[in-house]
């Protein structure tokens, strides 16, 4: 069983900065994060290659604004988010899985609670 504990929400204002944090159980997988903005489905916003972490993924409304770094002496996964804007307002979550398909939800067996960043205009 893995388990996956978010930390680092809150509200900012746009063009702020909000760095998460994601802390496993384990580090032998790759992680993702993943948003839910209200009344909206679940979508990708990042993920990165286990162990080395050389290899990241970012959905393209995130890409050039948002990193995603992990520390795996720590288990801890990161998600610095810059520039943010109203549109990047949601509850935040992180997952972990052994499949290589990492935009898709479904691939993710673990997840933990969630964060909510809320961005103001």
């Known amino acids: 069983q893995v388990q996956l504990v978010e930390s680092g929400g809150g509200l900012v204002q746009a063009g702020d900065s909000l760095r998460l944090s994601c802390a496993a159980s384990?580090?032998?997988?790759?992680v993702a994060w993943f948003r839910q903005a209200q009344g909206k489905e679940r979508e990708f916003v990042a993920a990165?290659?286990?162990?080395?972490?050389?290899?990241?993924y970012y959905a393209d409304s995130v890409k050039g604004r948002f990193t995603i770094s992990r520390d795996n002496a720590k288990n801890t996964v990161y998600l610095q988010m810059n520039s943010l804007k109203p549109e990047d307002t949601a509850v935040y979550y992180c997952?972990?899985?052994?499949?290589?398909?990492?935009?898709?939800?479904?691939?993710?067996?673990?997840w933990g609670q969630g964060t909510q960043v809320t961005v103001s205009s």
């Open positions: 384990v580090s032998t997988y790759i």
């Open positions: 997952a972990a899985t052994s499949q290589t398909n990492v935009r898709v939800t479904n691939q993710y067996r673990y």
């Open positions: 990165i290659s286990w162990p080395s972490g050389r290899t990241t």
